[in-house]
């Protein structure tokens, strides 16, 4: 009550002096004349009744400070000593009113930063992710349709973009432009992002989240999950997964999920409409069942899956179960296979990679692809040809691949002979996710010098996991898949993922 009272009090003395008439002031009243509020120009400031010439500094406000001239910093900036007459722009050193120098509780591969809310906080250097109360490199990197998740060396799960099905794994269905953590319950080994959904392992079990539509979350249901659960049976012996899946319509369903266990059996769950499943059949299943007539004796490393179609890799054998309409299992047909066939890729293969209806594998010091070549992801930028019913060599020149990754209508690969390592990507170009001008591409990742260790690839974006560590992005940003801490447009340059 008081402070209206003063509030209201010069409002009330200004009426009372227009009632004595002209000639009348506050102080003819005996009010002090500091409760006058005048309204000064640029360059002056009230002070005492009365428009004082006060001039503050650059990024400064003039103020009334005990009678006299001073100012003010806009926000952004403050007024630090030892030069207490300029306002600094607001850093890791200069951090809050009390100008705070943050450097002391910065962890190793950090630098001071000073947060929104003018606390002391800590960005991660070019390279690595923030992971508590630290930064640390990542070791595997999985591109969804419009998410990305990385995997750091402590274990921790580093999710972010599209966010509507709970696939960022942190209980909210709110997008990311920065990394958030999976509420895993321990250190996780492995990662895979599918269409809408991930996958991770954590000492040997496995554990889903996100869409659950057809049942490609596992745990015999089909409800979503934003935050991560067990899958069914699979809880122990689990060394590899793969997830897949596509645009959802009303009469094919997408989204499934495989995993590798110790003795190589492979095991998957989720939409099985065109066979993706593997298990002889086309029948939905929300828990994992065993992929069938494998060859007695194989022993699979590691899978991929498509939009509807899955690949594996049986320690340099290639087999592929599912769709075929665009020739995506590379046996010659379009027809589906609900178990492993074997496409004619030569023996020796050591990444394979599954984009929507097409698949590549590296062998050798060169690259296999096969399936839809509708924007020449699989000829390397020729798209003259609309399918390619079994594998063929893929022409790059000088190009040594070491690595794949496949999106939906584009591939990329990394030239293993070359430091730093230029990745080459061709295929569809609509959202820059080539890194260049299209067709065909070499990517110059930023620095400094290193090799290339994974390539993934989502609906439009493309991510990079380098030598240093460091996740590398480039394409679409509609929903913030790029993690660099803005959302929208598009980017043709890599950046790093944001380490906040």
């Known amino acids: 009550m008081a402070r209206s009272s003063a509030v209201n009090l010069p409002l009330a003395l200004l009426a009372a002096a227009s009632l004595a008439g002209c000639g009348s002031t506050l102080l003819d009243h005996d009010a002090d004349p500091s409760l006058l509020v005048l309204d000064c120009g640029p360059g002056s400031v009230s002070c005492n009744g009365e428009c004082m010439a006060c001039q503050p500094p650059p990024n400064g406000r003039p103020a009334c400070v005990n009678g006299g001239c001073s100012f003010t910093c806009t926000a952004g900036y403050n007024r630090c000593p030892p030069a207490g007459d300029t306002c600094a722009p607001e850093t890791g050193t200069s951090c809050g009113p009390s100008c705070a120098d943050c450097t002391s509780s910065t962890p190793a591969n950090a630098s001071p930063a000073c947060s929104a809310a003018h606390a002391c906080t800590f960005a991660c250097d070019p390279g690595y992710l923030k992971s508590g109360s630290g930064c640390q490199r990542a070791v595997a990197v999985s ?21 509507d099905s709970g696939q960022l794994g942190n209980g909210s269905t709110t997008d990311s432009a920065t990394p958030v953590d999976a509420a895993l319950p321990g250190a996780a080994q492995v990662i895979a992002a599918g269409y809408d959904h991930t996958c991770a392992v954590v000492s040997g079990a496995v554990y889903c989240w996100g869409d659950n539509a057809f049942g490609e979350i596992g745990d015999g249901t089909t409800t979503d999950r934003p935050n991560p659960v067990a899958v069914s049976a699979l809880t122990t012996g689990i060394v590899a997964i793969g997830a897949g899946g596509g645009i959802l319509n009303s009469t094919v369903s997408f989204g499934h999920t495989c995993a590798v266990d110790a003795a190589g059996g492979v095991h998957c769950w989720g939409a099985n409409g065109s066979g993706q499943v593997g298990d002889g059949t086309t029948v939905t299943r929300t828990s994992p069942v065993a992929v069938t007539a494998l060859p007695p004796g194989t022993a699979v490393a590691s899978v991929a899956c498509g939009e509807r179609h899955t690949c594996a890799n049986a320690f340099g ?39 929507q209806a097409h698949s590549c594998a590296v062998v050798g010091s060169g690259l296999e692809c096969w399936g839809l070549n509708g924007n020449g992801q699989v000829d390397a930028g020729n798209a003259a040809t609309g399918a390619f019913l079994s594998p063929i060599a893929v022409p790059l020149g000088t ?26 990507c061709f295929g569809a170009d609509n959202a820059d996710q080539l890194g260049g001008p299209g067709p065909i591409d070499t990517v110059a990742l930023l620095g400094p010098a290193t090799t290339v260790l994974a390539i993934t690839a989502g609906e439009n974006h493309t991510c990079v996991l380098t030598g240093l560590g460091g996740v590398q992005c480039f394409g679409a940003d509609d929903r913030g898949q790029l993690g660099n801490g803005t959302s929208g447009g598009v980017s043709a340059a890599p950046g790093y993922v944001s380490g906040l």
Do not use: E
Request: some cysteine.
């Open 143 to 163: 591109a969804g349709y419009v998410h990305t998740c990385a995997l750091t060396a402590d274990g921790r799960v580093k999710c972010w973009g599209a966010n």
């Open 317 to 355: 054998t290639v087999f592929c179960w599912g769709a075929d309409d665009s020739g995506q299992l590379g046996i010659g047909s379009t027809n589906a296979q609900t178990s492993p066939a074997t496409p004619a890729v030569p023996s020796g293969a050591s990444s394979v990679a599954t984009g």
């Open 399 to 424: 190009i040594l691949p070491s690595t794949v990754g496949t999106g939906r209508s584009h591939t990329c690969t990394a030239d293993g002979a070359t430091v730093p390592a230029t990745p080459v």
